[in-house]
């Protein structure tokens, strides 16, 4: 197939040889490795899983592209670095895209366009964006074989910077940025993407804090009912409405807590212990930990907060946590089991940086909550394709753009025949072996 609105060109000559160029290699693809996504997705069943979440108004005799179709295509995209649909302009006769999604190179039709996939992504309407939503918190317990003992789920924001006037879009003064600040939940354990929630740009409210924890809650629990639940997050989640909620709901959590004067002069006699052993023997940097009853203001009981105590050349540093866990030490509870948080973040970098979740450039809402959830989806393709690799080999832990480099940024030509299709990827390949033993892995269990 000749492109013919591309002119020839030419690189340098070698060795007196002429060397030009032209689009004309034929049916061939530069992402061989949308392959692996498909079987990944077969096996997660989540494109239509998301489907069923949207109603089909469509004249069915005219349907061409199925709502599970067009979520398959839109989502392979995104995990192959295309994050715009406008670029399925051209890969809907890619031959590779085109057999991932279940459809003949050569015979069969081409995929769905860009304004198809625009209409999509706008045609939900906010009942039909809830239950899209919820069917991300479905997949991740879908994932578990059994009902776990018990989950330890991170939540965090994150700040979506955006470049016009879009619903929820505000101006946020700590990022000095006009943004929103989606909702991420993780169970970081496993590096599973829980849920995902668009919302405005400005810090939660302890009423939206609890309403968010509360559908979490009573979605997993409609399901999982004797799973014990931690949530984790940082200073913005510890409001007194999310706190006493847990409470009353058999929810542990452990959140992080600004530091005041009251509540820094309960663990003084630590932090001269600990600043005095540093000056004493001339150390670079003492660490201590301390545990008080604390009640703020706003609160209306005592609380079991934990101080991190840090002493270095610098100066004196004290963070603090508040939980309603009995147990665990104070080292333990903050260096061990709230510090594990921070991997949360390396997730929602994956999501934004390697997924480009922050294309959130729809004008309505509910489109761009519908977007946040196709990257999502892309994020389960991914981790599936990460998790099928041996332990043993670097890719096991890679970040999901090396993947995409190295597994499925792959050249390979497609040949349909008359009784099968075959595909030919690059002799040179470095990975071909690792590829070779994927499919077996990712392929559905199931009939």
Not at 156 to 169: R, Y
Not at 274 to 280: F, L
Request: hydrophobic residues 40%.
């Amino acid at each position: 197939m000749t492109d013919d609105t591309i002119p020839l060109f030419s690189f340098p000559p070698l060795q007196g040889k002429k060397v030009p160029a032209a689009f004309d290699g034929g049916r061939m693809s530069s992402d061989g490795g949308v392959m692996l996504l498909s079987l990944a997705e077969r096996r997660l069943g989540v494109a239509e899983r998301l489907a069923r979440c949207i109603p089909d108004r469509r004249d069915r005799s005219r349907i061409a592209h199925t709502i599970a179709d067009m979520i398959r295509a839109r989502v392979f995209a995104i995990c192959c670095g295309y994050e715009d649909a406008d670029d399925l302009d051209d890969l809907r006769s890619d031959p590779a895209f085109k057999l991932a999604c279940g459809r003949l190179p050569d015979t069969g039709r081409d995929l769905c366009s860009q304004p198809t996939l625009s209409r999509l992504e706008n045609a939900p309407a906010l009942r039909d964006v809830m239950r899209l939503t919820y069917a991300l918190v479905d997949q991740w317990m879908a994932s578990y074989a059994t009902a776990p003992p018990s989950v330890r789920l991170d939540i965090d924001d994150t700040c979506d910077v955006v470049h016009g006037h879009q619903q929820l879009s505000l101006f946020n003064a700590h990022y000095d940025e006009r943004c929103f600040l989606p909702i991420h939940v993780y169970d970081t354990e496993n590096s599973r993407p829980v849920a995902v929630i668009l919302r405005p740009g400005k810090t939660p409210s302890g009423v939206e804090v609890r309403a968010h924890l509360c559908r979490l809650v009573r979605r997993i629990r409609a399901r999982w009912q004797m799973t014990r639940i931690l949530f984790r997050g940082d200073g913005h989640y510890a409001r007194p409405e999310a706190m006493t909620w847990c409470e009353e709901n058999g929810v542990d959590y452990v959140f992080g807590l600004p530091g005041t004067k009251p509540l820094s002069r309960k663990v003084d006699e630590t932090a001269d212990a600990v600043r005095t052993e540093r000056a004493i023997g001339d150390k670079d940097v003492v660490r201590g930990f301390a545990e008080t009853r604390h009640r703020a203001g706003s609160w209306r009981k005592e609380r079991r907060a934990v101080a991190r105590i840090e002493a270095t050349r610098l100066g004196l540093d004290i963070r603090f946590i508040v939980t309603n866990l009995d147990d665990g030490s104070p080292e333990w509870l903050y260096a061990t089991l709230y510090c594990a948080r921070g991997q949360a973040e390396n997730l929602i970098k994956l999501h934004k940086a390697q997924l480009a979740s922050d294309r959130t450039s729809c004008r309505s809402a509910l489109a761009n909550q519908v977007r946040l959830v196709l990257h999502t989806a892309a994020y389960w393709l991914m981790l599936a394709v990460r998790d099928a690799i041996p332990k043993s080999r670097d890719l096991a832990k890679a970040e999901f753009a090396t993947l995409r480099l190295r597994l499925l940024k792959i050249a390979a030509r497609v040949v349909e025949m008359a009784s099968r299709v075959r595909l030919a990827f690059a002799a040179a390949y470095p990975e071909a072996e690792l590829f070779a033993s994927l499919p077996a892995v990712l392929m559905p269990s199931g009939p």
